[in-house]
C-alpha cells in the first residue's frame, strides 16, 4: 500500500518553487551580498530533497532526469576550465576579471568571469550532495 | 679512460656476457670462456712486472662526482700489482680448476661465473683505487658478491645460513670503514689516499683522527676474519670449493690486509694502531690454529688455518708499523723487516692456501667426503694428489725447502727484535706466537697423515678413489711449484714486489735511509729462530703422535658456552626476539592508544617550546571586552559540550553535538560573518541528520547503552591538550608579528567587481584553493557512492 501525504505533496509542489529561486538569487547574489555558489547548491539540493521526502524516489527521478554525479563532474570541470581559459588568454592560471555591459531589460548589468567559477561550485555541490543522499537512501540493508 | 679503467671494467662485462653465451653454448663448459678474463688481465698486470726493478706507480683518474671529490681514480704501484697479480693469477688457476671440478650438467654455470667475475672486478677495483670511496664501492660489491657465491647451493640451509652470517659481519665493518672514510675526508678534505698521505702529520692532532682509525681498523678486521669477527669464515666454507680456495683464502680475505698495509703511511705512527693490529693479530693466530686441531672436516681445519695465518701477517704489519713512530726511531730499520715479512707471508699464504683448498676439494670430488675420521690410507690410489697436498702443508708448517719456512723465520726474527726493542712485556709474545706455530706444525701434519696414511677403509668411502684428472691436479701443481720456487729462488719478488712496497709503506723511514735493502734468504746461518722452528717439528711431532690421547681432554675443558658462535647465534635470536617484544608493547593495533601518542607527544613538544623558549605571554591589553550575549553562546556551548561526555545515551550525544554545531553559527552571526553562519547551519543540519543515520542502523547486539567509561590516562591527556591548545592560542594571540594583509582586500570592489569580500576572496583572489576543495567535495561523493554500490561486487563473482 502506498502511503501519500497530500498536504506534504501539495505544500512541496509550492514551497520547492520558492526555495529554488531563493537559492538560484542566493548564487547570483553571492558577488554582493551574503551568498555565492555553495550555499545556493546546498539549498537547492534541500529543495530536491524535499521533493524526494515528500513523493519517491522513482517519480522524482522521472520527472529530474538528471544524473547526478555526471552534474558534480561538470560542475568541477567548468571551475577548472575557467582556470584553463585563463591560461589560454596568456594571464596566469584562474585569473578573474569582470566589465560592465548595457543588457536589454536589465540596464547597467556587470558581468564577471566568477560568476561561471561560482556556477562550477554550484553544481559540484547540488551534484554531490544529491549523490550522496540518494545512494545512502537507495541502498538496503 | 685508460687501460687500466677498462681492465677493471672488463670482468663486469663479462658479468653480462657470460649468461648470455651461457645458453647458446651449452656444448662446452662455460668456464673455458670465464677463463679467458683472468688469464688476460693476468698478463696485462705481468706486464708491469720485472724481476729486478719496481713497477713505476702510475695514476690514472676519470671524473665520477667530481663536485664532490670523487673520481674514479686508480693507482698501481707495487702494493696493488701484487694483488692485481694474486687475484689475476690465483683467479686464472681457481677458474681452471673449477672447469673440472663443477659439472656441466647439474650446476647452473652461468650463475657461478657470472659472480665470480662480479667479484674477481670487485677485488681488482678495491686494491687498485686511490679514492676512498671507490675503494668502499668495490669493497661493498665484494661482500656482495661472497655472499651470492656463498649461497650458490641455496637449496642447502648452511649455505644459506653461512651466507647471511658472512654478509652481515663484513657489512657491519664497511659501514664502520664507510664511517671511517668521512671522518678522514672530514679532516682532510680529500678522498684520494695519496693526497691523505701527502697531507701527512697536519691530521694526526685532529680529535676524530684516533677514532676514524678505529672505524677503519673495523672493517679491516671484519673482512680479514680477525678476532672476534672471524666467525664468519668457518660457516662460509658451504661455499663451493674454488670459491672457497679464491675468496675465503687467497683474495678477499686479505682485502682487510691490504688495507692496513695501504693506510699503514696515513695511521702507522699512532701506537694504538700498531698495539691493537699486533694484540688482535696473535690472538686470531693463536685462537684460530689452536681450533683448527678441533675440526674433522678438512675444509673446517683449513677456515681456521686460514683464520690464523691471517693474525700471523696482521701481526706483522703491526710489528712493522711500529717504524713509523718516532718514539722508535733509533729501531726503524729492525722493524721494517716485520714489514717485508708480513708481505712475503701473504704472498706464500695465497700460494699453498690456494693449493691446499683445491687439493681438499679434489679429495672430496673423488672419496666423497671431506671427514679425516673417514679418509686414509689413499696415498697409494692419489700419489700425486699425496705429494701436491704435502707440498701445501709442509709449506703452511715452515718446512724447509718451501716458501713457508722463510717466512716463518722472518715471523719469529721480527717478534724477537719486538721485545729487544721496546717494552719488556711483550715478551710474551714471541711466546705466544712460538706455541701458536706448534698447533700449526700438528694440524698441517693432520692435513697430510690422517687424510694419506694409515688404515684405508673401502667402506667407509662413498667413491672408490682414484686419481683426479689432470685438469684438476693442474691448478694445484703449478702452486706447488711456486711454493718451492720461492724457496730457492725469494729473489723473484724482493726487488720487484717486497722492497717497493714497504718503501710505500713507511716512506716517513725511507726518507733518512734511502739506499736500504732488504735480504731475503733461505738460510742464514744458526740463529734463536731456528733453534726455534726445530723445538716446534721436536714438540710438534712428539704432540702429533699422542693427539688422540690429550685432544679429547683439551677440548672438554673449555667451556662450551664461551663459544663466540653460539653467542653469534643467541645474540641474533635475541635482538630479533626484544625488537619483536618492544614492537608488540606499543604497536597494540588500538587506536585509542595511537592517539594517546600522538596527543601525549603533541602536549610534550608543544608544552616544552612554550616554556623552554619562553614564547608563552599573556597579553590581554588588545581583548575586546565580552558582551553579555557572547559570554551567554560560550556557556551554552560547554554546557553542550560537557553534555556530551557525561550523557549516556548516544541520541542525546549527537543532539549535544548539533547544538554545538548551532551555537557556533551564532557566533558567526554576532561576529559578523553572515556567509560562514549560513552554510555553517546547513552542514550542521546534515551532519546531524548523517549522524541519525548512523545511530539508527547500529548492530542491536551491541546496542547496550551506557555511558562513556571513565579512565585516568585519557582524561590526563585530554585536558592536556585542551590546556596545551589554549595557551598556545592565547600566546600566539599575544605576539601580532606583522599588519594583517586583510586591508587589501576591502578594495575588492575595484579589483574584483564584488561587493562581498569573503565571495571575492573564494571565487577570485584564492579562486585556487575553492577550485581544489570542490575536487575534494567531489571525491568524497563519488567515494560514498562506490562504497555503497560496490559493496557486493567481489561476492557475486
Redesign the interface.
Known sequence: MKFTDVYLQTATKILVFLIMTFSIYVLFA??????????GG??TA?ALVLLYVAFDLQTVREVIPVDF?KL??A??LI??LT?VGSLVLGVP??S?T?RYFDLPFLGKT?L?T?LI??L??YM??V???L??IT??S??D? | MSSLHLAILLPFVFVVIIPLLYKYTRAIHTGWIALSVPVALFVYFIQYFSIHEAVEPITVSFPWIPSIGIHFSLYLDSLSLLFALLITGIGSLVVLYSIFYLSKDRERLNFFYAYLMLFMGAMLGSVLSDNLMVLYSFWELTSVSSFLLIAYWYQRKRSRYGAQKAMYITMMGGFSMLLGFIILYVISGTFSIREIIAAGDSLTSHSLFIPAMFFILLGAFTKSAQFPFHIWLPDAMEAPTPISAYLHSATMVKAGVYLVARLTPIFGAQLEWSWTIIIVGIITLTMGSFNALKQYDLKALLAFSTISQLGLIMSLLGVGSLALNKGYAEHSLVFVGALVAGIFHLINHSVFKGSLFMMVGILDHETGTRDIRKLGGIIHLMPISFTLTMIGAFSMAGLPPFSGFISKEMFFISLIELTENTSSWAAIIPVIAWIASIFTFIYCMIIIFKSFTGTYHADRLERKPHEAPFGMLASPAILSLLAIALFFFPGLVVTSILEPTVKGMAPQVFAVHPDWHTHVTAWHGFSLELVMTIAIVIIGTFLYRRIEKWKGPVFELLPKRLNLFTLYDKSLITMEKTATSITKSYMTGSTTHYLSYIFGFLIVIVLATLFGTGAFRLDTSQDSPIEWYELMIGIATVIAAVFILFSTSRLMSIMGVGVVGFTVSLYFVIFRA??LA??QL??ET?STTLFL?CFY?LPKMKANVESIRFKLSNAIIAIGVGLTLTLMGLSAYGYRLFEPIAEYFTNSYEL?????I???L???FR??D??LE??V??S???G??TF??LRYAGRNE
Open positions: 553571492g558577488h554582493h551580498n551574503p551568498g555565492g555558489g555553495f550555499i546546498l539549498i534541500s554525479k558534480a563532474a560542475g568541477v571551475s577548472v582556470g592560471f584562474l578573474q569582470f556587470e564577471a566568477a567559477f561560482d562550477g561550485v559540484c555541490v551534484g554531490t550532495t549523490t550522496i545512494s545512502i537507495e541502498d540493508i | 553572515p556567509d549560513l552554510t546547513v552542514v546534515i543515520l542502523f574584483a567587481g564584488a561587493k562581498n569573503v565571495n571575492s573564494l571565487v577570485d579562486a585556487f575553492t577550485m570542490i575536487v567535495l567531489f568524497a561523493g563519488i560514498i557512492y555503497i554500490k
